[in-house]
């Protein structure tokens, strides 16, 4: 049996592990940006008010949000077949969902042995495929809904098809172009691969400019055209006209990156090095850079798409994932044609060691779990009219997509006039007065909760949801990341309000 069945079994089954058990999302953007906002258009609602019909219906001036809706679309699909199908409960709907982006990274697994079997045989096919499969973060990242880790099925079938074609006659040309347009279209930052392949024809062609520049023609025509086909159709549907999505991220990411973390010129350089398995990484990168002759494909649209970020003011790590399968093919190519002495096989090794001590941890990391539990178990009341969340000490959003309701729930601070608030609910005819109030943030809610309870009578308890064991680890490792215990509490609205009832309904006496 050839070795690549065997690493895919085993990616597999890693796969399989974090869907069931890392439940939570990552950040804010996974979930919010793809899970909430394409789930409510499932059922007829906008969570994110990106629609221009929510725009008209609230009187706001129709504007295209800074996102690629493309990703959020196919999510969209998925949470309408699950409709479809009569599959209720958010959390079976997600584990599914996880269950599929897992299987679809197999695919990436199985594109990075092929393109380093081409390359350089089985040794070096089955360490980059390893790597793919099992890196210790990799497992968990595959099963999650980013955007970043989903455009490298098509990033590495686009290398793959120039890989395998040595002649890159015009089909494989479009085929190649096809896929980057398609990676582009979900992300829009790795058209810039494009840029760098340019410089790998030229490479390839021994510096033949007219053979290079036909064959940058030829896959940038392909490749605007299916970005194109993957843009214009939502476009047009929802704005009217075409590029409406990206001119709004384009004109947002240039003037308002100065908002998101800035980082250093190093801060990917680091961010690879960490990713891609410590100490042999520092060799792998090495390797990498010095290829950029010899696998010039694989080397320069990922370094043009590493330099682009490294540039750019805003530096968040996962953008720079989809140039990680790229360094580790690259740098397994380099690793397995290199004279070893024994302090290469000792970083070999002592990498290979650590990473197996993270890999089961990490496959299980799950975070955020606090605030799904808890609008899940609001879910399985069956009586939810409307909450109060209040947020203490952090800014925290409830994952209403876990409640089965898209209710617009009220948020305040923990600074707020409770008393003033509750007037407010209560005599605010176009809000449904809450029956549950909830506590977000850290271990200190109680003495918020009895501020509460002195104005709220029938506030009584309800729960307590815990962070997770990697909530409290990262809360000890980097104190200024909040756990987010959520505590519920019931209340009963019609008591609560009934003297402001009164108060409406009996003329004062003079």
């Known amino acids: 049996m050839r070795p690549i069945i065997h690493i895919l079994v085993f990616a597999a089954v890693l796969r399989i592990i974090s869907a069931v058990y890392s439940e939570g999302y990552l950040m804010h953007d996974d979930h919010f940006w793809v899970v909430e906002s394409s789930a409510s258009w499932a059922d007829d609602y906008d969570y994110n008010k990106w629609l221009p019909s929510t725009q008209e219906a609230l009187g706001r001036e129709l504007k295209p949000h800074h996102t690629n809706l493309l990703y959020s679309s196919l999510h969209y699909l998925y949470f309408e077949s699950m409709n479809f199908i009569g599959l209720e409960s958010p959390i079976k709907k997600m584990l599914v969902l996880r269950l599929i982006h897992g299987a679809l990274s197999l695919i990436a697994v199985y594109l990075s042995y092929l393109i380093a079997d081409r390359l350089g045989g089985k040794k070096p096919a089955i360490i980059a495929s390893l790597m793919m499969a099992s890196l210790a973060w990799l497992p968990m990242i595959s099963v999650h809904q980013l955007v970043e880790s989903t455009a490298i099925i098509p990033l590495l079938a686009f290398a793959w098809t120039l890989v395998k074609n040595k002649a890159l006659s015009f089909k494989p040309l479009i085929i190649s172009g096809l896929w980057l347009g398609i990676a582009t279209g979900l992300r829009y930052q790795v058209g810039i691969m494009g840029l760098g392949l340019i410089i790998a024809f030229l490479i390839n062609s021994n510096y033949n400019l007219k053979k ?68 042999i990484s520092i060799l792998f990168m090495w390797g990498y850079l010095k290829s950029y002759k010899k696998y010039a494909v694989i080397v320069w649209p990922s370094l043009a798409f590493i330099l682009f970020h490294t540039l750019f003011p805003n530096r968040q790590e996962r953008f720079i994932l989809p140039a990680i399968p790229f360094v580790i093919i690259a740098g397994a190519l380099y690793y397995t044609h290199l004279k070893k002495n024994n302090f290469f096989k000792f970083s070999f090794v002592l990498s290979v060691v650590i990473n197996s001590i993270l890999l089961l941890p990490l496959t299980i990391f799950s975070v955020n779990t606090s605030q799904m539990r808890a609008m899940d178990y609001l879910r399985k009341q069956n009586d939810l009219e409307n909450v109060l969340y209040v947020s203490r000490n952090n ?52 003495g918020l909760a009895y501020a509460f309870k002195d104005k709220y009578k029938s506030m009584s308890y309800e729960a307590r949801i815990k962070g997770s064991r990697f909530d409290r680890a990262l809360n000890w490792i980097a104190p200024h990341i909040p756990i987010k215990e959520v505590t519920i509490y019931k209340i009963d609205p019609n008591l609560e309000c009934s003297e402001f009832l009164e108060e409406i309904h009996t003329p004062n006496e003079k």
């Open 395 to 446: 800014n925290a959003y409830p994952p209403r997509f876990y409640s089965g309701e898209w209710i617009e729930f009220t948020y305040a601070k923990d600074t707020l006039e409770i008393a003033a608030q509750r007037k407010a609910h209560c005599k605010d005819t176009n809000t449904v007065v809450p029956n549950y109030i909830l506590f977000a943030g850290d271990t200190h809610t109680l």
């Open 212 to 279: 290079s520049f036909k064959q940058s023609v030829t896959v940038g025509v392909s490749a605007v055209f299916f970005f194109t086909m993957t843009q214009i159709p939502m476009d047009l549907l929802l704005w009217g006209k075409p590029f409406a999505q990206l001119s709004a991220y384009i004109e947002y990411n240039l003037t308002s990156h100065g908002g998101y973390p800035q980082g250093t010129y190093l801060t990917y350089l680091f961010t690879i090095l960490l990713l891609t398995g410590p100490p």
